[in-house]
């Protein structure tokens, strides 16, 4: 199968999660880039998307970006997310290091800090999820866990009550330091989810693109010993995920350890 193949099977996928989401494209928020200043005034945390017309990887990259927005925005997130074309101007490129399309970068209190990361939903919505005050990305939709969980490094999901002790202790549990996206869902769909899934009980998953897909939590939730103790656990991979390019360099860089577990 050829490259070209892979990228349109890639777009055919996205258009086909976003029509089964009845996406309209209607949340993406495009503004015009001198009207960016002025945007980061008002927004305290912001999550851009440059881009350029003519760019043919932002157009592949376009239905991410819809399903993106829509997350955003239905579940009542505290960031705002921006579309902004540069195209082949240079002074705003080299003013946001911009050295290639598409590429993307968070705004804090009026600072710009540029993303370096795998260019894919999870790791950009955890980018700014990371930078809110409780580090938590929520969720209005029952189908963006799944494709979270296709589209992340790793999610972390909640599924006790808004203020219960567990869901206190969730939130001081969240690990920022770590390419773990932290999510929660919305009361309206949380029942939804646990049905799909079989629980009858509120629990708290980890789902990973690396060693066994998912974890569930089975201790008490209200200890923060215990539940940060497992999340650490399951932060990293175990085995060498070669299939997972968000570690490409781990071998390099802990080759002792690999060549141990070996």
């Known amino acids: 199968i050829t490259q ?22 209607q949340n993406v928020h495009y503004i015009e880039k001198e009207k960016v200043d002025e945007f980061v005034k008002n927004h305290p945390l912001v999550l851009v ?11 592949d990259f376009a239905p991410t970006w819809s399903l993106m927005s829509d997350i955003a925005v239905e579940g009542n997130n505290a960031f705002q997310a921006i579309k902004v074309e540069l195209g082949d101007d240079k002074e705003w490129k080299d003013r946001f290091e911009v050295t290639s399309f598409p590429e993307f970068g968070v ?30 990305l929520h969720l209005g939709n029952v189908e963006a866990v799944e494709y979270l969980h296709q589209h992340s490094n790793a999610v972390v999901v909640s599924l006790f009550d808004d203020d219960s002790v567990e869901d206190q202790t969730f939130k001081s549990c969240v690990l920022r330091e770590e390419n773990v996206l932290f999510v ?37 939730a209200s200890d923060p010993s215990r ?35 070996l």
Not at 7 to 23: E, F, N, P, Q, Y
Not at 184 to 192: C, E, H, I
């Open 4 to 25: 070209e193949m892979k990228t349109c099977l890639l777009v055919l996928a996205l258009l086909a999660t976003a029509l089964s989401w009845g996406v309209s494209g």
């Open 49 to 59: 998307h440059w881009y350029a017309s003519w760019c043919s990887y932002c157009k």
């Open 107 to 136: 705004f804090v209190d009026g600072k710009y800090d540029r993303f370096n990361g795998k260019k894919d939903a999870g790791d950009l919505l955890h980018f700014v999820a990371n930078r809110t005050a409780d580090g938590i």
């Open 184 to 220: 929660k869902l919305s009361a309206s769909v949380r029942a939804d989810y646990m049905t799909e899934n079989k629980l009858e009980k509120p629990v708290i998953l980890v789902l990973k693109s690396y060693d066994e897909h998912r974890v569930v939590f089975d201790g008490d």
């Open 227 to 261: 539940l940060q103790q497992f999340l650490q656990q399951n932060s990293k991979p175990v085995v060498y995920p070669t299939h997972n390019s968000r570690y490409k360099d781990a071998f390099y860089d802990r080759s002792i350890e690999w060549l141990v577990l």
